[in-house]
């Protein structure tokens, strides 16, 4: 009798633990040396021309630098000696992110904003305030008969890219968005999260799942580069992958991917990218580790305007879901990109965030707006 009353604490304990296992990152204790990036070499920016077709796009890459605020811009501008890929980006803007209950948003009530135009409390996935279901950006391509694809830093079941492709209460449920990957037609998705589809507690094989549906399973990189064509499930790690200067160009190199495959439609495509750790790193108020991950957002951002340049029909737009940090530029050096910095907040802030737009319909994104609005305009160019 004893067993049978423990086991719904049991089973509340074990909630608990798996819906938190995610957010670790945010644990990291603020040190006071890690205040500096130490310069390195710079990579160079391409500048590219601003020649579109028409005045709407066929393809829309939506890439959100998760608690990029325009200090993390400046910091990435510094630190790479005075210019980013961000140069090529003639319309910009800000983008107000409060959720429905909170003055400062979660990554899952900012995502479900710009995917649905919707606002809800924080910690939804593409549900409104009564839990109800929203259709989503990517949903609503798919029914045009547009490929989508999802690419991420973190886990593929994290809250920025779950909030584009699932229905869930809690952020913390990740097997269950887990699931609803198999309820959607997504062409292309890669970042971490393999555990949440194949080593999970109600014993369902989302990995043999997935393949039966005619998706590419893959969890090396190397192997994931050389797909260009079908569906494909890249899960890069049991978790969240690591940090830069460990999973190195995995970001870029996952973009090129999901474009090389998505391109394919003559219908056209949504991607949406996410640099997750530009967030973590601001939670940890380190700047070495927030610049690393905003120079390589930035370099990820290079791939996709390499493409738009190219193609002439694809509307690039860039912004965040909120702001983390409460980042200061409190010294730099252009010539060195070596960068000081100071920080008012180990959490979210709710100062406004950058938006920036290039190609076909990228002028109707200037100016101060609500992060659902994001969601109106791309709806409005790409789907009607």
């Known amino acids: 009798m004893k067993m049978k009353l423990m086991l719904p604490v049991i089973a509340l304990l074990l909630a608990a ?21 130490t ?21 829309v890459i939506l890439m959100i630098g998760d608690g990029m605020g325009t200090a993390h811009v400046f910091a990435g501008i510094t630190a790479n000696g005075g210019h980013l890929f961000l140069d090529n980006f003639k319309h910009a803007g800000f983008s107000k992110t409060q959720s429905a209950d909170k003055y400062i948003t979660d990554s899952a009530a900012g995502g479900t904003a710009l995917s649905t135009g919707v606002r809800t409390y924080n910690g939804a996935i593409g549900v409104d305030v009564n839990q109800k279901p929203l259709k989503t950006i990517l949903e609503d391509a798919e029914e045009k008969q547009l490929s989508t694809g999802l690419v991420s830093s973190s886990a593929i079941t994290h809250a920025t890219p779950a909030s584009f492709i699932a229905h869930q209460g809690a952020r913390g449920s990740y097997e269950a968005i887990a699931a609803d990957f198999l309820l959607t037609d997504v062409d292309v998705f890669i970042g971490g999260g393999y555990k949440h589809f194949a080593n999970r507690q109600d014993g369902q094989d989302l990995i043999r799942e997935l393949k039966a549906r005619g998706y590419a399973v893959l969890q090396d990189m190397n192997e994931i580069v050389k797909v ?11 978790e969240h992958n690591d940090r830069v200067t460990k999973r ?11 474009i090389n495959i998505l391109k394919n439609n003559k219908k056209g495509f949504f991607l949406m990218v996410e640099g997750s750790m530009i967030d973590w790193g601001a939670h940890a108020n380190d700047a070495q580790y927030t610049v690393e991950e905003m120079l390589d957002f930035d370099q ?19 912004t965040a879901d909120h702001e983390t940090g409460g980042l200061i530029d409190a010294d730099g050096d252009f010539k060195t990109g070596g960068f000081t910095a100071k920080f008012s907040s180990t959490d979210h802030t709710a100062v406004m965030v950058p938006l920036f737009a290039y190609g076909p319909g990228a002028e109707h994104f200037g100016g101060i707006m609500n992060n659902t609005d994001i969601h109106q305009k791309i709806k409005q160019l790409l789907i009607k």
């Open 248 to 258: 190195g160009d995995m970001l870029p190199k996952a973009t090129q991917t999901a």
């Open 39 to 59: 310069g390195k070499s710079f990579y160079p920016v391409k500048q590219f021309p601003h020649s579109f077709k028409g005045k709407k796009p066929k393809n």
């Open 300 to 318: 990820t951002i290079g791939v996709a305007l390499e493409f738009a340049a190219r193609d002439r029909e694809t509307l690039i737009i860039v």
């Open 17 to 37: 633990f798996f819906a938190t296992s995610q957010e670790t990152y945010k644990e990291v204790k603020p040190v006071a040396d890690k205040l500096t990036f």
């Open 228 to 238: 260009n064509s079908g569906k494909l499930a890249g899960l890069t790690a049991p």
